[in-house]
Nanobody, 117 residues
């Protein structure tokens, strides 16, 4: 079982920035992929960004060029830098960890991001 500790959410005005952090309870080297999903009220959970073991990043179209995902192996933490935030980014953001074994996917507790207009 992998525990994920998330931090960094909060309230910000349109155009502002936030950085989310996600620290796994195991070595980050055991993560094939780490990333974030988000879920707004009444909406389905959607993939925001992911970063693979070799640093390759993927982004949802809606956040590309505004968000940057990274993984710092020395700090054993993944980060999601969110810039130029808009109200449509308001959601609960969930970090996830995908291991190399089939079915090894773990979730963080979620952190609220609210962008005011």
């Amino acid at each position: 079982q992998v525990q994920l500790v998330e931090s960094g959410g909060g309230l910000v005005q349109t155009g502002g920035s936030l950085r989310l952090s996600c620290a796994p309870s195991v070595s980050i080297y055991t993560a094939k992929v780490m990333g974030w999903y988000r879920q707004a009220p009444g909406m389905q959970r959607e993939l925001v960004a992911s970063v693979s073991y070799d640093g390759r990043a993927t982004y949802a179209v809606s956040v590309k060029d505004r968000f940057t995902i990274s993984r710092d192996n020395d700090k054993n933490t993944a980060f999601l830098q969110m810039s130029r935030l808009i109200p449509e980014d308001t959601a609960v953001y969930y970090c996830y960890f995908e291991g190399y074994l089939k079915g090894d996917t773990f979730w963080g507790q979620g952190t609220q991001v609210t962008v005011s207009s």
